[in-house]
């Protein structure tokens, strides 16, 4: 595969993933999830309390802080979290081949080989 076709995939597949994470995102299913659901037959819901980590988050309870739309909201939040998670990994990525292009390329790479 060329760089080109890999760049178009990765260009392709980002676009997808962002367009999905903005658009369905807001119609998930409002219903609690298997936990939660726990939680509140037991009668226990209201005694929890977030993680201090969750209580910083950028985007708490799935929604972009500070729009009044709960639809607008977490879809800006799926978009957001999308491309974040692709900025991880994409920097990621870039570090490993870096750091793998530089024991091979480099002079001092060359002549432990």
Do not use: C, W
């Amino acid at each position: 595969m060329s760089r080109v076709s890999i760049r178009l995939f990765t260009l392709l597949a980002l676009a997808v993933a962002v367009g999905l994470a903005t658009a369905v995102s807001p119609y998930a299913s409002s219903s609690p999830d298997g936990l939660e659901r726990v939680a509140e037959d037991k009668a226990f819901l209201d005694k929890g309390r977030p993680h201090p980590v969750q209580e910083d988050s950028p985007l708490p309870d799935y929604a972009f802080p500070g729009v009044q739309n709960a639809r607008v909201a977490t879809g800006l939040a799926g978009f957001a979290g999308s491309l974040g998670v692709f900025a991880l990994g994409y920097g990621l990525a870039f570090a490993i081949r870096r750091r793998r292009a530089g024991g091979r390329g480099s002079p001092a790479g060359r002549a432990a080989a």
